[in-house]
């Protein structure tokens, strides 16, 4: 016994049990106590996350908001990226059944911590595995204010109906256990669309056809431009931003195609181009988007082809009335499920998250 004691507590079961999906240590931890301890330690929460860090995701949260009013949709679904025998993604939309109200989610940080809030224009949720557990996490808050200038100008606003807007900052610290205003402040030149995500240290929003950066541990912020302007389109191109090898990618659909680029530079807001792919390519590749280009110019009830999230190559885009996983590495192509299968409401502005399974969100056994 006293072998086996020290084989179990040694770093080989470490090493072993970190490729071990993180849906299966839990009932792992049941085999002994000493599997239980050996899996509820933090040196082996790291390793777990280390293997994990480049892993492929596990799904997407999906919850929609109506365009017309500030009501939120109370169903979120969880759509899985593996597909089913029978074809197609296994959708749940209980997957926060086990809270005690109705949530919105609004940001996801390493793919496996959402961050979500009760029924502010955006939050994000900052947490670093290698740096501590989930108790310790600091959330950004944007909020829109608007600014009134000398008083003849304010007047002129006001008799306009508005004034000049702006993006402030809040922080929370878990611990401080309070919120505090940031110096930072920039110029709302469009509204902030979709979740925000977490690359390095940075907070990522799509802002109009541009990218708004917050960096927590600087507290500065700064607006990355797109890689083309969406005046040198014909349409007026659909966009979404994500992860990819710990880089941010732009994903764009316009009458030229698919394009995805990827961000060398915040600075000199470098794009580097790593997939493009015409429309009428696609058409003929899976003709089951017949007169998709076409169709795409038209959009007479809101954009007919729409990417909706981008995660480790993976693009969930909508086409018609489906969604679609589009990898875009290996060019293929399958399909997710329909709108109904989601019971949309809207399906104009949702707000999609990509979700990684790691074990650091799971609760103890």
């Not at 086990?98 to 029924?119: I, Q, T, W, Y």
């Not at 950004?140 to 009134?148: A, N, P, S, Y």
């Amino acid at each position: 016994m006293k072998k086996v004691d020290r084989f179990l507590n040694s770093g080989i079961l470490i090493e072993i049990l970190s490729h071990v999906p993180a849906k299966d240590l839990l009932s792992l931890k049941r085999v002994c106590k000493e599997w239980h301890h050996v899996i509820s330690s933090r040196c082996f929460v790291e390793a777990q996350l280390q293997r994990t860090k480049e892993e492929a995701l596990n799904g997407f949260i999906f919850q929609e908001k109506f365009m017309w009013c500030n009501e939120d949709i109370k169903t979120i679904s969880y759509i899985s990226v593996e597909v089913t025998t029978k074809g197609g993604s296994k959708v749940n939309q209980k997957v926060f059944d086990f809270l005690p109200e109705d949530v919105v989610m609004m940001a996801s940080c390493k793919g496996g911590n959402n961050c979500l809030r009760s029924m502010v224009l955006a939050l994000a949720f900052d947490f670093d595995p290698s740096k501590g557990f989930v108790e310790k996490f600091k959330l950004v808050r944007v909020k829109l204010v608007e600014v009134e200038g000398e008083e003849e100008e304010a007047q002129e606003e006001e008799e306009e109906g508005e004034g000049e807007l702006f993006i402030t900052f809040e922080l929370y610290s878990s611990e401080k256990g309070a919120w505090k205003t940031c110096n930072e402040i920039c110029q709302c030149y469009n509204m902030i669309n979709n979740g925000g995500i977490y690359i390095g240290g940075v907070m990522h929003w799509l802002n109009g056809d541009n990218v708004l950066t917050f960096n927590v541990e600087n507290e500065l912020s700064w607006l990355v431009l797109a890689p083309v302007p969406a005046s040198e389109f014909m349409m007026v191109p659909e966009a979404c931003i994500g992860e990819s090898e710990g880089r941010l990618h732009y994903v764009v659909v316009s009458e030229q195609g698919v394009h995805v680029w990827c961000l060398e530079d915040y600075y000199d807001y470098k794009w580097a181009i790593v997939y493009c792919k015409p429309l009428e390519e696609i058409e003929g590749e899976w003709p089951l988007f017949l007169n998709l280009k076409s169709h795409a110019l038209e959009k007479v009830n809101g954009p007919w082809v729409n990417p909706l999230a981008f995660k480790d190559g993976l693009l969930l885009i909508k086409v018609c009335v489906s969604l679609y996983l589009f990898d875009v590495k290996n060019n293929s192509m399958t399909k997710a499920c329909s709108i109904q299968d989601l019971k949309s409401q809207c399906m104009f502005n949702p707000t999609v998250i990509a979700h990684s399974l790691s074990l650091v969100h799971l609760s103890p056994a």
